[in-house]
């Protein structure tokens, strides 16, 4: 587990960015710790999602833009959901992602490739598409053949269909709306 180091270099333009682009005012947190009592992914983080807020706060970019929980996040919302001062906590992991591929913090690349592949087929079909996802990540990864034991019990579950859904008209308008956005403020890549 890595700490938060206090004595390092503060950037308050991190803070400041993070808070216009999540949304959040980060400053309420007042380290309850209940976002990471309820996390489910906190026992393969290295630095729990509340010691992230607190990174944040102080403006430690670099330690908290290299920490790999931002790649191991699941964005499944729990953290929001317990958070009493009602910031989107899951938002925020989200928004310290995007500015830790941006600005080249990519501390777990397997999971930015598997990240990226997820994209790749949301884009593509409008909603997720497993077999196009793991064809992507094994080709970015070479990690070919990874996790195809688990295929049998998911074909049997019917969780592995071949063919794609069809992308529903709003789903291409968002994302349209999206890269149009991300390409206007230069943060696409
Ligand atoms: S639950 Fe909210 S207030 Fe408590 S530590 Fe997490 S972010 Fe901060
Ligand atoms: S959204 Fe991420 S940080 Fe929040 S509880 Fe889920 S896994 Fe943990």
Not at 104 to 130: C, N, Q
Not at 138 to 147: A, Q, V
């Amino acid at each position: 587990m890595n700490e938060i180091h206090l004595n390092r270099a503060r950037d308050p333009a991190f803070i400041k960015e993070t808070e216009e682009r999540s949304g959040q005012d980060i400053g309420t947190c007042y380290q309850c710790g209940n976002c990471t009592a309820g996390c489910p992914a906190a026992f393969v983080y290295d630095r729990q999602v509340n010691q992230i807020m607190r990174g944040v706060q102080l403006g430690l970019k670099d330690q908290v833009l290299s920490s790999v929980s931002l790649w191991y996040c699941l964005s499944c919302s729990m953290c929001t959901l317990r958070c009493p001062n009602n910031i989107d906590v899951a938002g925020v992991m989200e928004t310290l992602r995007h500015m830790a591929r941006e600005q080249g913090y990519i501390t777990a690349p397997k999971m930015e490739k598997f990240w990226m592949s997820f994209l790749d087929t949301v884009r593509a079909f409008g909603r997720t598409y497993e077999v196009g996802t793991m064809a992507l990540y094994m080709m970015r990864s070479l990690r070919l053949g990874t996790d195809l034991d688990l295929a049998p019990a998911a074909l049997k579950l019917r969780k592995l269909p071949f063919i794609p859904h069809a992308a529903t008209a709003a789903t291409g308008r968002i994302i349209e709306r999206y890269m149009k956005r991300a390409e206007k403020e230069g943060k696409r890549k």
